[in-house]
């Protein structure tokens, strides 16, 4: 193993942490500024871990159509400014003049052509070390302090002092990869608010004593399905997407998008359920329709052979057997009371959500440092001079599909091109 790097004692900037939104900056900062000397810190001996596992190792790094409306969190005009600044052409031609071409998928999900995340992680390496910035690894920040017109990082190698410093230490999603939420408390110490951080894109832990549990009879099973989130009794989200039901509970895209409101909810201690409806677009009343007229067609009909023609037999028996309905009766022989009941909780299935599976499964974090904060234009803090932030730590969580890295390679971006006038004003 060659010797790791030693740290300089002085830099024009310091980022602190390299993973997606680190990266970026710096590479944004050295080309738009190649006189401008760069410290990339992070902690971990191989940065970047997140992005080598990120979409199942394949990295879904962008997505081919992205909105303010597919984060949440913070101000969204602010995330408008930001997206704006840095669209998803830019990250596509970012990386295909580091040598990585993307393909779309389904969803619009961007991946690249060799479908490996190891690649995307080689690209950004080698082009931070082609423009010059220095990665120095492991190097674990510990404090952050203002003094007049320099910060001085005490760091696990020792201090350096940087004319302008970069938090990108992340959320507190998979503390073992290196981001465990230290940065919040740098920010805080510098004089930023915390909106309350929670796990978001996470798996659900269900209660397994409920009626309606019916999760470790199909564990390993996947559908499509809509799940609507209730918030003090009243409808606030519908999110549709494949559902895969597990033997804590329940997983796949649509889950791990609900995660985050249901654990908003709990924080702001809000009476919050979710119903799943097993027929998307399907209101209680065109169910109840639907099976009157299955009645009618095809009375000898078992009820389990009619809901299996529209999802796994396992499922279609876990269902009636927890409505305490038997499966090889003739639709015929089902009485109008029990067709209703059917009918009602197949478009309003409840999940009992017990809690979220945590940080250490969930992909983001919801919450971080309040985003009115800070100048969209430039990512530098409104609260601390010289001090810019990016990425996940910021009070902005996407939904599924590419957003998160978007959010990243965008705020890295607009922070990296604004450093080295920064820097002049502060020399
Ligand atoms: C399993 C998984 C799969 C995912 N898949 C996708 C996907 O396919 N598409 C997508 O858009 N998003 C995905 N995400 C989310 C995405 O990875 C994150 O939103 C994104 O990596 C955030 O980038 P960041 O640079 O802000 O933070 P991070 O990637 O978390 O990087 C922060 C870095 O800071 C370092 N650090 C932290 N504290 C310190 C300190 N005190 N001193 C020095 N260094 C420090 C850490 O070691 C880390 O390297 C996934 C996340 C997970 C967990």
Not at 52 to 78: H, P
Not at 141 to 170: C, K
Not at 293 to 320: C, D, K, Q, W, Y
């Amino acid at each position: 193993m060659p010797d790791a790097p030693q740290i300089p004692s002085k830099s024009d900037v310091v980022v602190i942490g390299a993973g997606a939104a680190g990266l970026a900056t710096a590479i944004a900062a050295r080309r738009a500024d190649p006189s401008l000397r760069v410290v990339v810190l992070d902690g971990a001996s191989r940065p970047g871990a997140k992005i080598l596992i990120s979409g199942g190792t394949r990295c879904n790094v962008t997505n081919g159509a992205v909105t303010e409306a597919d984060f949440w969190g913070g101000r969204r005009t602010v995330v408008r400014n930001v997206l704006r600044a840095f669209r998803v052409a830019d990250t596509v031609a970012f990386f295909r003049d580091m040598g990585v071409t993307l393909h779309e998928e389904p969803g619009g999900k961007l991946f690249p052509d060799s479908n490996r995340a190891r690649d995307v992680l080689a690209a950004l390496l080698a082009a931070l070390e082609r423009c010059g910035a220095s990665l120095v690894a492991p190097a674990r920040a510990h404090r952050i302090e203002q003094q007049s017109s320099q910060f001085l990082i005490e760091t696990s190698r020792g201090p350096i002092e940087a004319t302008v410093a970069v938090l990108a230490t992340g959320g507190q999603s998979l503390p073992k990869t290196g981001s465990d939420g230290a940065g919040y408390a740098f920010a805080r110490d510098l004089g930023h608010t915390i909106v309350p951080t929670t796990p978001a894109l996470a798996p659900l832990l269900l209660d397994a004593t409920s009626a309606t549990s019916i999760h470790g009879a199909v564990s390993g099973v996947a559908l499509d399905v809509e799940i609507v989130i209730w918030i003090d009794n009243a409808v606030t989200t519908r999110l549709a997407g494949a559902l895969l039901w597990t033997h804590f509970g329940a997983s796949g895209p649509v889950v791990l998008d609900a995660s985050r409101h249901w654990a908003r909810a709990r924080l702001e201690q809000r009476a919050v359920r979710l119903t799943v409806n097993f027929f998307p677009g399907a209101t209680y009343e065109s169910l109840d329709a639907r099976w009157r007229g299955a009645a009618t067609e095809r009375p000898r009909s078992s009820i389990r052979t009619r809901l299996a023609a529209s999802m796994p037999e396992s499922l279609a028996t876990a269902i009636l057997r927890a409505l305490h309905l038997d499966g090889d009766q003739p639709l015929a022989h089902l009485s109008r009371a029990d067709r209703r009941r059917l009918a009602r909780m197949l478009v309003e299935w409840p999940l009992s959500v017990t809690e979220t599976r945590g940080y250490n499964f969930a992909e983001v974090t919801a919450g971080g440092v309040d985003i009115t904060e800070i100048d969209p234009s430039t990512m530098q803090s409104r609260r601390c001079p010289g001090l810019f932030l990016v990425g996940e730590i910021l009070d902005v969580d996407g939904r599924i599909g590419g957003f998160n890295f978007q959010w990243a390679w965008a705020t890295g971006h607009v922070a990296g091109r604004a450093l080295s006038a920064a820097v002049r004003a502060r020399q």
